[in-house]
């Protein structure tokens, strides 16, 4: 549900730029399709460590030129991965011996990601037919377990995080209206827990999402 709620804002955002552009002669649009990498940094808090499976997906996006030098972008993405959290616990075998031993368990919660953002994007001085732009946002990332009996934990339910959005990249024109796009982006967000307090952290990571696609300019 909240996946679909994201989705149908980010789509309500590209109509309201889109009658709005309709408006402006002058106006400049860009939609694009870009397949992407989402690559998400180790964490550790409240004594747990938390990784995550990089993983692959795509982006769509539609941006609302207001000048040379100012857009607005809006951004829809899927991608899947699994978080896993470990955890250590000391064990003290009976008798004389040796110290404690410590063992490690983990609990793993496959997911897709819906990603939905929106940020203001700053285009800088071309070079030929290279538009090079820098971009900074907010959106959100609702993670949706897949329930895979291999990496579920019962009782894991949906769960949506605030993320700051921040990146660049350069678009190349081939013609006047399709252009290559490699574009990468930041997100910094607390690690979603799923809603169960043995998997909760309250630390913050930070993604990697490099990306290239095609852009149409109308």
Known sequence: ?????????????????TSTARADEGSKQEAS?????????????RGLRQTSTNGGGFLLSYRYHFNRWLAAD?????????????TSTPSTPGGFGPG???????????????EATAAGVVTVPSFGRLRPYVLAGT????????????????????QS??????????????TRHFAFRLEYRGFVYKRPDF??????????THTAQPSAGIVFEF
């Open 1 to 17: 549900m909240k996946s679909r709620l994201l989705a149908a804002v980010v789509f309500g955002m590209v109509l309201l730029f």
């Open 33 to 45: 399709v870009q397949g992407t990498g989402f690559f998400t940094k180790d964490s550790t808090g």
């Open 74 to 86: 809006v951004s829809y993405g899927r991608v899947r991965n699994t978080e896993r959290t470990l």
């Open 100 to 114: 404690p031993i410590v063992i490690t368990s983990t609990q793993s919660v496959q997911a897709n990601i819906h």
């Open 139 to 158: 959106g959100a990332l609702a993670f949706v377990p897949t329930q895979n009996g291999g990496a579920f934990v019962p009782g894991a339910g949906n």
């Open 161 to 174: 995080k605030a993320v700051f959005e921040y990146g660049g990249g350069a678009n190349y024109n081939f």
């Open 195 to 204: 809603g169960l307090v043995t998997l909760r952290t309250d630390a913050t």
